[in-house]
């Protein structure tokens, strides 16, 4: 039981390359989040997918597209990356199983760093 | 809307000391309130959590009480140990899909 697993670890791009991160969780779970962190204001959530075939805007989704590419899948794509888009971004899902309702289980995360 | 303000750090201790980072919150309805806990080139984990007013949650030795009266969700650990050290989030959650989350609180455990 992998859990929540994020590639690549770390990338570094150009400003204006395009690339996608990817996420897959092995619990079954209905919803998928994509955060991002930034020191001193914590995780703010980029989009999010309640079940599979759905996806909606988080708090900051300008210059991210996500695809919820099966129900294990959700990943997100920066089309032309910008250096305010250097940041962890993390993956995570939630299921609804009561034992752990409400719980949102974290990938280890990708840093970014757009140059 | 939905906010959690957190005490800020960094937060340094002695090994054994005890332990208090300060959350309050603002929210429409009635929130779950979170812990998670981030260990160095890790995620987040979940550390305790509690679903309505005056529930305690505890885990590792942490705890924590859902104060409405207050809107506080307080972390505290009686004697901390080195391996605590890590970043501290206290978080909410109104809705059915989003956490919301404090800026974080750094602590290192010296021995």
């Known amino acids: 039981n992998a859990g929540v697993t994020q590639t690549p670890k770390f990338q570094v791009l150009k400003t204006g390359q395009s690339m996608t991160l990817q996420c897959a969780q092995d619990?079954?779970?209905?919803?998928m989040y994509w955060y991002r962190q930034d020191p001193g204001m914590g995780l703010r959530l980029i989009y999010y997918?309640?079940?599979?075939?759905?996806?909606d805007k988080g708090e900051v989704p300008n210059g991210y597209n996500v695809s919820r590419l099966n129900k294990r899948e959700f990943s997100l794509r920066l089309e032309s990356a910008a250096p305010s888009q250097t940041s962890v971004y993390f993956c995570a899902s939630s299921g609804w199983d009561p034992q752990t309702y409400n719980e949102q289980f974290f990938g280890p995360g990708t840093r970014l760093t757009v140059l | 809307g939905d906010s959690v303000t957190q005490m800020e750090g960094p937060v340094t201790l002695s090994e054994e000391a005890f332990l208090t980072i300060n959350c309050t919150y603002t929210a429409t309805g009635y929130p779950s309130l979170f812990w998670y806990v981030q260990y160095p080139g890790e995620g987040l984990q979940l550390l305790l959590k509690a679903t309505k007013a005056d529930d305690k949650g505890s885990n590792k030795g942490f705890e924590a009480t859902y104060r409405k009266e207050t809107t506080s969700f307080h972390l505290e650990k009686g004697s901390v140990q080195v391996s605590d050290s890590a970043v501290y989030f206290c978080?909410?959650?109104?809705?059915?899909?989003?956490?919301?989350f404090g800026t974080g609180t750094r602590l290192t455990v010296i021995p």
């Open positions: 978080a909410l959650k109104t809705g059915a899909n989003n956490l919301f």
């Open positions: 997918s309640a079940s599979e075939g759905t996806t």
């Open positions: 619990m079954n779970h209905n919803s």
